[in-house]
């Protein structure tokens, strides 16, 4: 052991103890059932993988595909393999072996990715409402309204602001002293079960993150609420059912998306703390970050008739050396 270093996992700097290791208890509990645990996660991880990956080959690939609603699907496509990546694969490790640990540093870059995704992801899914608002309610505008160059600056913000609010959420907490537990009842780094072990009082940080949470979890949702109250009341105001369906058709698929994504982060992230409790939290954590990710690419393919014609099309091209 060298100096300065103890058996707790913390190092000593002076007078003072910091971690350089933290223990997750997330699955201590699952003994009887890891390894079925194991390959249901292993599972939701690969289709998700799977599917996400071919939505982004095919949105590129496919020429009829490059319209906005497509670029956003791509970047939507791209971050759930970052955020699904970013949790799965140390947890999957969990699962499979007694190794329950993460570097403090580790800790450290895993909640970064993790705001970022996530925030990105509020961000862009409130983008991708307000792409089906212009094309319902304002489709002779639609064309001039949502230019390539606007659907990239619109991207690229939401990239922005979850990259800044990662770094500030990140900085913000791992700035403060972490000198005494080194374990949480989780199964990654989430900011308010890492929060909770450090060393002096977090309530003006756990204030900031209520607030993070309330502009981009709830801010994002009432104007996808606000976005889909306008179309609706267009959809029904359409003198011909056959077009009230294709309306709805369009975005039916982002509708599921997002009462999936932000029905578990909004009861996780915004639920008072009376009802909070540890097992109800890992549930839901498995939800968001395994389950969400995996139906996402499955709702878009399966009820998305360009979608599966691209498929087809790209099952039916030959390869470029049989030509």
Known sequence: MSPGTHPDNTLESGNQSYLTEIIFLGFSDFQNTRNLLFWLVLTFYLV???GNSMILILTIADMALHTPMYFFLQNLSFLEIGYTTTIIPKTLDHLMSDNLTISFVGCGIQMYFFILFGITECCLLCVMAYDRYVAICKPLQYSCIMKPKECTGLA???WAVGILVAFVQSFQIFTLPFC???RINHFFCDILPVLRLATTDTFKNELIVATVTVIFILVPFL???LS???IISTILRMPVAKNRHKAFS???SHLIVVSLFFGTATFTYIRPKSVCSLDSDRILSLLYTVVTPTFNPIIY???NKEMKAAFKKSIGRKPCFLR
């Open 48 to 50: 998700a993988l799977a």
């Open 156 to 158: 690229a913000i939401s």
């Open 180 to 182: 005494g537990p080194n």
């Open 223 to 225: 104007l996808i609420l």
């Open 228 to 230: 889909y109250i306008l």
């Open 250 to 252: 369009t975005c039916s």
């Open 301 to 303: 393919s399966l009820r």
